[in-house]
């Protein structure tokens, strides 16, 4: 890593990344004025080298970001559970993604049985995902393994807490998206992983427990077709 930028040095990149930008696009940060419309919310880990966009080539305006702590999702956690809410409702958008990434230190800490003070509910979670899995996970006997299954079983109960929201089952059932996808970053070889989530597999066998899609909105946009 480099260690020897200063805090000034990120002003000066700032003005040379208007300077390319520019050279590219002189309109570039007109459009920017006009407003978003992405079609993907990237929900992610807050490490510092699972940079969202930058591993995805997206550009400013492509994708709507959230990061926090080993990339949870918790119903009881306004942030997450907002930036969901707003991207379904108002960017419409297309796809939400999940990624999380091997080497979690978040995942470790919970795989770790010790007092970690204020991050003990936020690791909560994460616990919660291998208490649900703990026979797959105790019969991996390679901790390396273990540890890379429990990060792909986190992104795949993230999933489907957010497959549990009335909003994303709601928009779902009258146009067809939002799709819930999960992967996993590799940063040993800089590789994205798409676990395959079977979407409407998750939200059929949920639907006995969840089925959120009796509000008013969708019944009467349902009563509207023939
Ligand atoms: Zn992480």
Redesign the pocket.
């Known amino acids: 890593m480099n260690n020897s930028k200063t805090y000034e040095s990120i002003f000066e990149n700032n003005k040379s990344w208007i300077q390319n930008k520019l050279n590219a696009d002189a309109d570039f940060f007109k459009k920017l004025v006009v407003g978003q419309s992405p079609e993907y919310l990237y929900i992610g ?1 807050s ?1 510092s080298r ?1 940079t969202a966009e930058e591993l995805m080539g997206a550009a400013p305006g492509e994708v709507f970001v959230h990061r926090n ?2 990339n949870v999702v918790n119903s009881l956690d306004m942030n997450s559970t907002a930036v969901i809410e707003y991207a379904v409702r108002h960017l419409k958008v297309k796809h939400i993604i999940v990624c999380g ?1 091997y080497g ?4 470790k800490a919970a795989m770790t049985p010790e007092d970690m003070g204020l991050m003990n509910p936020w690791l909560r979670n994460i616990r919660d995902v291998y208490r649900l899995h703990q026979n797959e996970l105790d019969e991996i006997s390679d901790e390396t393994k273990r540890y890379d299954r429990l990060v792909e079983l986190n992104v795949q109960e993230q999933c489907i807490n957010i497959i549990k929201m009335a909003c994303v089952q709601e928009r779902y059932i009258l146009e067809q998206f939002p799709i819930v996808h999960g992967w996993v970053f590799d940063m040993r070889t800089g590789n994205l992983i798409d676990l395959n989530i079977d979407f409407e597999e998750i939200l059929k066998n949920i639907q006995k427990i969840y089925d959120l899609t009796n509000s008013h909105w969708v019944m009467s946009r349902r009563n509207l077709e023939p």
Not at 104 to 107: E, H, L, P, R, S
């Open positions: 880990c490490d699972v702590i080993a990434h979690c230190g978040g995942v």
